[in-house]
C-alpha cells in the first residue's frame, strides 16, 4: 500500500515539460480569442462598417519575384483570406506537428498507460459526435461537414480551467490538453484525407523529394532552422498546388525538425564551468566597474553564448518561438477573420435547426458522450488509471469542456462550405452553430466544475 501512494505520489508530483508549457502558453490565448471572435461579431453586423469587414478579406495577396508570385495557387493570387487560411494557419500547424512530436518524445504520449486514457477519450469524442451528426445531416446538402465537431478547442478549454485558478488538480489540466493534442492528430488525418482534390502528383514527388532532404539534415544534425524553414516552405507551395491542403505540408515539416540539440547537457554545464572559471574572484570589483570587456572575456563569453545555442534543439527553439506568434497573432486573426457572422436579418429560430442545430448538438452532447463514456469504459477496465485527485463530476465537466470547438471547427467548416458563393449562407449557419455550441459547452462546464470542485488549492496544483 506504501508502494502504491509512493507511486502515486511520484506520479503526481512529475510535471512534464509538455503539459507545464501548454498550460501556461494555451490558457492565456484563450482570453484574445474570446476578444477576437466578440469584435468580428460586432464589426460584421454594424451597417455602417459590415460592408468594409467582408470586402476586406478578399483583396489580392503578393509575395513577387518577377512574374512568380510565391502566394499564389494555380496561378491566381491568393485573397487575405486565404492567406490566413491557407498560409498562416500552415504556421499554426507546423507549430502543433512540432508539439505533437514533442509529446511523443518527451511529453504525455511517451508512456502508453498515461496516454491511453486520454486517447481513448479523444477517440470517443471525436466518433460520437460525428455520428450525431450523421443522424442529423442524413440527406441533407451539409452532410459533407461531418468533421466539423470533432474538434477541441485547446486555448479555449484550458482558458476556462485557467478560470478557476489552482482549484483544478493539475492532472485533469494534462488529461484535458493531452486529449486536445490527440483531436488534433484526427483533425489533421481529416484535412489530409477528406479535403483534397485535383491532386497533382508530380509535384507531390517534389515535396516528397524536398521532405527527404529535410531528414538527410536531421540524420546529418544540420541544426540550421533557416534550413528547415527555407524548404519547408517551398514544400507549403508545392502542397499548395497540388490538390492537398497546404497546412498538411506544415505538419509533416514539423516532423522533420530535430528534436536533438548539438551538445548533451552535461557538456554545456562543462563548457560553461570552463569558460566561468576564466573570471577570478579578485576581479569581481574590476568587472563591475568596466562597461567594455576586454578581448579574452569576450571570447569566454562567446563559449557561453554558442553553448547555450547549441543545447537547445531546433525543436523546442523553434516552438518556444512560434507559439507567442501563433497565440497572440495568428489564432486571433483567424478568429477575426472567419468569426465574423451576419445576423442581420436573421431569424433567432434559425440557430436550433438545419446544420446550426446539428452542429450545437454534436458538440455539447456528443464531445460530452464520446468523452465521458469512453472514459468511464477504460477507467472500468482497469486499463488506464484516473487522473490523480480527480472523480467522474470533474470528468463530466472536462468532457462538456470538450465541446469548444472554436478553432480547428471554423477551419474545417471553412474548408467544408467556402469554396462557392452559393455554400455561403450554410457556411454562415455553420459558423453560427460552432459559436453558439462551444458557448454553452463553455459556460456549462465552467458552472458545473465551479460548484463541484472542492474549495481551496488541489493537492498537486502548480506552484
Sequence with gaps: MEEID??????????????RQALRRHATGGNIL????????????????NGLYFGF?????????????????????????????DALMAIFFFSIGLEIKREILVGELSSFRQALLPILAAVGGMA???LIFFAFASGTDYIGGAAIPMATDIAFSLGVLAMLGRRVPLSVKIFLTTLAVVDDIGGIVVIATCYSHGIDYMLLVYAAGLLGVLLLGTWLKIQSKVFYLTLGGVVWFLFLNSGIHPTIAGVLVAFCVPATPVFAPKKYVQII????????????????????LNREQMDWLKEVE????????????????????????????????????????????????????AIICSLVLGKFLGIFIFSWITVKLKLAPMPAHSNWKMMASVALLGG??????????????????????LLNHAKLGIVAGSLIAGVTGFVILHYTLPRGIAPDAEE
Aim: no cysteine.
Design 404 to 425: 469548444i470547438g472554436f478553432t480547428v471547427s471554423l477551419f474545417i467548416a471553412t474548408l467544408s462550405f467556402g469554396g462557392s458563393p452559393a455554400m455561403a449562407e
Design 34 to 49: 474570446i476578444f477576437a471572435t466578440v469584435l468580428a461579431l460586432v464589426v460584421a453586423n454594424v451597417p455602417q462598417i
Design 128 to 130: 460520437v459526435p460525428v
Design 57 to 85: 478579406w478578399e483583396q489580392e495577396v503578393r509575395l513577387q519575384l518577377g512574374d512568380f508570385n510565391f502566394f499564389s495557387h494555380h496561378g491566381e493570387p491568393m485573397s487575405l483570406l486565404s492567406f490566413i487560411n
Design 273 to 292: 564551468r570552463r569558460s566561468i572559471g576564466h573570471f577570478r574572484g579578485e576581479d569581481d570589483e574590476l568587472l563591475n566597474r568596466r562597461s567594455i
Design 306 to 357: 554558442s553553448a547555450s545555442d547549441k543545447v537547445i534543439s531546433p525543436l523546442q527553439e523553434l516552438e518556444d518561438s512560434l507559439h507567442p506568434i501563433v497565440n497572440y497573432f495568428i489564432l486571433p486573426l483567424f478568429a477575426f477573420a472567419n468569426a465574423g457572422i451576419l445576423l442581420l436579418g436573421t431569424d433567432p429560430a434559425s440557430i436550433f435547426e438545419g446544420i446550426s442545430l
Design 6 to 19: 509512493k507511486n502515486e505520489r511520484k506520479f503526481t508530483g512529475k510535471v512534464f515539460y509538455a503539459a
